[in-house]
């Protein structure tokens, strides 16, 4: 555990009588952390905290590592009580803000962002499919119903003037979309993640991929002239095996979140695990590398939990 987590767990009066018998203020607290698709980088990033927060923070009972269907179905959780900290999608994450009152308890609030996804339109790479309006008419997996992927691909192809009835349109979460392309099933699938992903990664090692530029047609634009949101950004060549040119694309951020009510203390301590053991985060996947102090703040229209924000003001001096 950090030394400022003791210090201030020391404070607390009785828990600090727990602490000098050796253990730990937070032994008590049994942490249920919602990621996503167990190919996906929530779930390889919330397993490695889980191992970090029981170690640093003297957990009695490791953390429960849940799979999900992604930002949807996590957000859903946070504010059903049955998960505790959750990854979301920026996009998501502002529309589920827009259903709760001030002062409830089970608001979200977040203890950081932690990377960006980039969106992906994955397609073999001989595909006639270039820009978006290609997809029209065409099998295509538009991500899992639960999903952030789901969301945000209706709204790309919204900008693109399609619907999900423009397409053959399929609802499947990751492993079965990288298998139904892989088997020639499906044209092309939605998917919303840290680069790389290693479902991804997997399948451009077994077959030629291309992604879809997004720039294309314009779509990019008319995306962040309705949802801002959203950010451009670009998957640089070799990005994936196969991919010889950078491909441009959209970015969404990526916050950890908690209910409002969660106490300062916990709160405070889960953020200052995230960035002490950012390098052991990073060796299990690489999206961890982005984990920045001052960018981890950036979570509007989120707010920051009162224990982040105190954890930040306290890093700065």
Request: net charge neutral.
């Amino acid at each position: 555990m950090g030394r400022r987590t003791l210090l201030r767990a020391a404070a607390l009066g009785p828990l600090g009588a727990a602490l000098a018998g050796c253990a730990s203020p937070f032994a008590g607290v049994a942490l249920r952390i919602a990621t996503g698709s167990r190919q996906g980088v929530y779930f390889a990033l919330g397993s490695a905290l889980a191992g970090a927060w029981r170690d640093e923070l003297g957990l009695a009972v490791p953390p429960e590592v849940i799979g999900t269907a992604g930002s949807a179905e996590n957000m859903d959780r946070l504010a059903a009580g049955s998960a505790d900290v959750v990854f979301s999608q920026v996009d998501v994450a502002a529309e589920r803000l827009t259903r709760v009152g001030a002062g409830d308890p089970g608001a979200p609030r977040a203890l950081a962002r932690v990377y960006d996804d980039v969106l992906h339109l994955v397609v073999p790479a001989g595909s006639p499919i270039v820009a978006v309006p290609d997809l029209r008419g065409r099998r295509v997996s538009v991500g899992e119903a639960g999903s952030g992927v789901i969301v945000v691909s209706e709204r790309v192809l919204g900008a693109a003037g399609l619907t999900f009835a423009d397409l053959q349109a399929e609802r499947l979460g990751l492993v079965d979309s990288v298998e139904a392309v892989a088997q020639g099933r499906i044209d092309a699938f939605f998917w919303s993640g840290g680069l790389p992903t290693p479902a991804v990664a997997g399948l451009a090692e077994r077959m030629p991929i291309r992604l879809v530029d997004l720039a294309e047609g314009g779509v990019l634009a008319a995306l962040r002239d309705r949802y801002p949101v959203y950010a451009p950004g670009t998957v640089p060549a070799r990005g994936y095996a196969q991919l010889a040119e950078p491909v441009t694309t959209l970015l969404g951020r990526n916050f950890l979140l908690v209910r409002a009510g969660m106490p300062d203390d916990l709160a405070a301590g889960l953020v200052e695990v995230l960035f002490q053991e950012r390098e052991g985060l990073a060796a299990v996947t690489a999206s961890a590398l982005t984990i920045d102090l001052r960018a981890a703040i950036g979570t509007q229209p989120v707010a920051l939990h009162p224990g982040a924000l105190r954890y930040y003001r306290e890093e700065r001096g």
